[in-house]
């Protein structure tokens, strides 16, 4: 993934772009939806529901999907809770957390 991906405009936009990372990293890692499942103590139902964009599983999940694939996700909190804030990052692609 290159680039910038922007979420104050377009919320929806960053998380397809978390979902679409996570299945590619798992496609090249060539791991199966239930092997990864296992791996973080979940159903191989809820990784593929997740992959189609059908649930939002919550933060838990994608962190432990995100630890289990090898991508990092970081997220950083305002540095001034009146003022901007800081970038959330995905497989190292700084995005704007709003």
């Known amino acids: 993934m290159n680039g910038t991906t922007r979420t104050s405009d377009d919320p929806a936009a960053f998380v397809e772009t ?5 299945r590619e990293q798992r496609l090249r890692a060539r791991r199966s939806q239930a092997d990864v499942a296992i791996a973080v103590a979940s159903s191989r139902k809820r990784v593929s529901d997740f992959e189609l964009g059908l ?3 919550g933060f838990g999940f994608v962190a432990a999907l995100a630890a289990e694939l090898g991508v ?9 809770p009146f003022g901007g804030r ?3 990052f ?9």
């Open 18 to 22: 978390v979902r679409s990372v996570l």
């Open 55 to 57: 649930v939002d599983p």
């Open 72 to 80: 990092p996700l970081s997220i950083s909190t305002p540095a001034d």
């Open 86 to 88: 800081e970038p959330l």
């Open 90 to 98: 995905v497989d190292n692609t700084p995005a704007e957390v709003i």
